[in-house]
């Protein structure tokens, strides 16, 4: 967006049109993709815990002892 005249010259409308949406879409895909991941993960340790506790409660609260490392391990991924 900060071109001068000259750049404007030398590359065609067309190929900076393509060139920034091109971009955006790549950042618009890194965001959702790395939302996506970042949200299912730990509701996926939720639910699993709540149908832990559902089936068997003493093996559930193994596994909650478990259940902070493993959020550790997750941030520490993401």
């Known amino acids: ?3 001068s005249f000259a750049n404007f010259n030398l590359f065609p409308t067309s190929s900076l049109i393509t ?3 091109n971009d955006i ?3 618009q895909n890194t ?3 790395s939302l996506r991941i970042m949200m ?3 509701l996926l340790i939720i639910g699993c ?3 832990a506790f559902v089936v068997d409660v003493k093996l559930a609260l193994i596994l909650s002892a478990v259940a902070p490392f493993l959020f550790l391990f997750l941030f520490w991924v993401m």
């Open 31 to 33: 965001v959702f993709m």
């Open 1 to 3: 967006q900060s071109f």
């Open 19 to 21: 060139r920034m949406t």
């Open 25 to 27: 879409t790549q950042l």
């Open 40 to 42: 299912r993960a730990p």
């Open 49 to 51: 815990l709540i149908m």
